[in-house]
């Protein structure tokens, strides 16, 4: 069974970027779907990008559409989560897993932050004013 694990966060002032690493080991990313999720302190988990690659569907939460991007290398078992024009609203914990379903979608993503009692460490976000 494939195990993640999120890198990469940090404080970043408002306006700059950063980009996180979710790496696999024990398995590979083939025909799966790998998912970033963020919980801010008192709001409910949300699924924020996703990425498939069984059918290369790619999907993003409309609160971080064209500033997120979501990429996956096979060669090194990573999905990256570049982030642009962070602001204070991006500030959560960021988790990846693999979500319910390979497909991608608002759906998933939404049934995925709800079902999983266990998240794992995560890598925190704070994006200053």
């Known amino acids: 069974d494939v195990q993640l694990q999120a890198y990469g966060g940090g404080l970043v002032q408002a306006g700059g970027s950063l980009r996180l690493s979710c790496i696999a080991s024990?398995?590979?990313?083939?025909?799966?779907?790998i998912g970033w999720f963020r919980q801010a302190p008192g709001k409910e988990r949300e699924g924020v990008a996703c990425i498939s690659s069984s059918d290369s569907r790619i999907y993003y939460a409309d609160s971080v559409k064209g500033r997120f991007t979501i990429s996956s290398d096979s060669a090194k078992n990573t999905v990256y989560l570049q982030m642009n024009s962070l602001n204070p609203d991006d500030t959560a914990v960021y988790y990846c897993r693999s979500p319910l379903s390979t497909r991608c979608g608002p759906a998933t993503m939404i049934a995925s932050s709800r079902h999983f009692a266990t998240w794992g460490q995560g890598t925190q976000v704070t994006v200053s004013s």
């Open positions: 024990g398995s590979t990313f083939d025909n799966k779907a």
